[in-house]
């Protein structure tokens, strides 16, 4: 892993995290008095009571929610409203200390600091706001706010009355390896390399032969590369990697590639037999690491031809009243085994 671009991830992380908030901030109105959970990634529909009076006690022109962290990272809050003004705080449940907070001008969607302020005109309103977390629970207010007049609340379709909120909460999960490439192989072994995401700290690798149903799974590779090994010769294989955060958010798993392995060169073929010979089609038992056959004739035992085939069976030339004598060897793109003993057959 590159030293700097950690550095540099923290520093930007530092960076988003404004002036902590407390809970003075809404001094009448308790923070977590009744939240409603959120799961990860899971959207929960919920209202904002109107109240003109502009008073927040008994969940008045606010809603609350609670999500647990599972590990330290980036939560990222999702949400739309309607309604003309809004702003996200985000409190540690333990401390009450406030993470970050935003403001959303409906109309523009530009975000403040502080308040956000309404022109006028309203529309459903949807956004996003990242909060740096530890692993623990979270309080999330979204308020409706208005600074100055309470009477001018309004709803998308300029009305006044409760507030219908869309939100999701989720840990910001690392990118997959990048580029994933295979820079060699052999007949055992396949050498992956990739590109690092900037908020990868480590790698999982799975991968399985064609046709299998299981996955081997190597966890927590700390290098760009990794060489897989004790593979099966000529043999397609499928392989997926998936990245870490250094406090345990695990990504999504890459798309599927594929790789091929070479065909074998350290192992000996054993000799074809031949089965039956039926006119002049002949045919033999296959040979496990074969991926070919070299079949040999001739008339007088000196002047041999070879046909090359895939499949244990060929059709001779012949010409009636001679006797053909023939050999078969397996082979494959690394090397050929040795031949079979010398057949013979007559046609009449």
């Known amino acids: 892993m590159k030293l700097g671009k950690k550095i540099v991830a923290a520093v930007l992380a530092a960076a988003t995290a404004l002036t902590a908030l407390t809970v003075t901030s809404f001094a009448n109105d308790v923070i977590g008095t009744n939240p409603t959970p959120l799961k990860d990634g899971v959207q929960v529909t919920a209202q904002i009571p109107y109240d003109k009076s502009g008073n927040y006690d008994d969940g008045h022109n606010y809603k609350d929610f609670i999500?647990?962290?599972?590990a330290s990272g980036t939560l990222k809050i999702t949400f739309d409203i309607s309604c003309n003004?809004?702003?996200?705080?985000?409190?540690?449940?333990?401390?009450?200390?406030?993470?970050?907070?935003?403001?959303?001008?409906?109309?523009s969607g530009s975000i403040t600091d502080g308040l956000a302020l309404w022109n006028g005109t309203t529309s459903v309103f949807s956004g996003a706001k990242y909060f740096n977390v530890e692993k623990g629970d979270y309080y999330i207010r979204v308020t409706r706010h208005f600074p100055y007049s309470t009477d001018r609340w309004r709803l998308g379709d300029g009305t006044q009355g409760n507030g219908r909120l869309h939100i999701t909460a989720?840990?910001?999960?690392?990118?997959?390896?990048?580029?994933?490439?295979?820079?060699?192989?052999?007949?055992?072994?396949?050498?992956?390399?990739?590109?690092?995401?900037?908020?990868?700290?480590?790698?999982?690798?799975?991968?399985?032969?064609?046709?299998?149903?299981?996955?081997?799974?190597?966890?927590?590779?700390?290098?760009?590369?990794?060489?897989?090994?004790?593979?099966?010769?000529?043999?397609?294989?499928?392989?997926?990697?998936?990245?870490?955060?250094?406090?345990?958010?695990?990504?999504?798993?890459?798309?599927?590639a594929t790789v091929k392995t070479t065909d074998p060169k350290n192992v000996k073929f054993d000799v074809p037999k031949v089965n039956t010979s039926v006119a002049v089609h002949i045919t033999w038992g296959a040979v496990k690491n074969a991926t070919g056959y070299k079949f040999q004739y001739s008339t007088d035992k000196k002047n041999w031809k070879t046909i090359t085939v895939e499949d244990p069976a060929v059709d001779m030339p012949v010409t009636p009243g001679k006797t053909y004598y023939y050999k078969i060897a397996a082979k494959n793109s690394a090397k050929t085994g040795s031949f079979s003993k010398v057949y013979s057959i007559k046609i009449g």
Request: aromatic share 10%; proline share 4%; glycine share 6%.
């Open 170 to 256: 989720e840990m910001v999960k690392p990118e997959a390896p990048q580029d994933i490439q295979v820079v060699s192989k052999t007949d055992t072994t396949v050498k992956l390399q990739w590109r690092e995401p900037d908020n990868a700290s480590s790698y999982d690798l799975r991968y399985k032969a064609g046709g299998a149903s299981q996955w081997t799974t190597v966890t927590d590779i700390m290098d760009n590369n990794y060489t897989i090994k004790k593979l099966k010769g000529a043999t397609k294989y499928t392989y997926q990697m998936r990245s870490k955060t250094a406090s345990g958010i695990v990504g999504e798993w890459s798309k599927s």
């Open 85 to 107: 003004t809004t702003q996200v705080y985000c409190y540690r449940a333990d401390t009450m200390e406030g993470v970050n907070r935003v403001g959303f001008d409906a109309t």
């Open 67 to 70: 999500f647990t962290a599972p």
